[in-house]
């Protein structure tokens, strides 16, 4: 049945408000129209009086339900933002943190002109993509095992043109790499340790990729594997930039550092030591 746009509007809201997945029930439901209508939220206040049609209200009402089912807002539209630019997501790739900018940031101050560097995990491509786009004279290799996030991750590079620039490897390895070929290797590995999978949210643990969460007993696993390929695949005087869990993964890591020279941490908005730095072959003041 049509309905206006306002009606429509106060019950998906209160949907989203009964069900409590969100803290934002009126801004979920404004981008999930903002979404399907391609309107801004200016004009969902405009065009309130608007009749819909029954195509319209039974696709608002299918991503209404799955976002109170507890899905992420990003996988129910299908995309997130990062770094001020639009990234297609699916379940097999995790969501863009905001955390992650840092890591992104951090790159940005270190990556030579023309430099080539690894993007290990990249799921949807955001680190990769946005390297690339904000160091256009950069080039990238991007590493990812599974095959949904890969799938995302060319989808993000065709979309922000950067096919040209960047080389998508499917692999769970770097054997394909040649040595110390790497200006950068950096990446947002799987760090939660794993008994602590079934505390996280449950927007998180029921419906992101356990495989770019979960990182063993310690959440460590993965940078065990790291770090050696990175020290490896790097020029003398490459950096290595890995975003972490937080303060007491540093220690651990600091141990492993295998032919590279740990150079500090930075945290994030919130406080937290959020990123891991270490330079092949040179120490850094
Ligand atoms: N930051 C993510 C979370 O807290 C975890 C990402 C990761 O393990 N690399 O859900």
Redesign the pocket.
Known sequence: MAETLETLRRKVAELLFRNGVTETPLLDTDRLFCALLGYSRAEIWSRSRELLDEVHVARILYMARRRAGGEPLAYVLGEAGFYGRSFAVNPGC?VP?P??EILVEEALKRLPERGTFLDWGTGSGCIAATLLLECPTARGFALEASPRAVVMAWHNFRRHGLLPAVTLLHSSTCDALPSACMDMVLG?????PTAQIPF??RE?RDF?PHS????GVD?LDAYRFLLPVASRLLRPGGWLLL?I?GEEQVAPLRDLEDGLVFCGSRPDLNGHIRVLLWRKGEKMA
């Open positions: 995790l943190r955390e992650t947002n590995p799987p760090y939660i996280l949210m998180v992101e770019a969460l979960d990182g959440g975003e869990g």
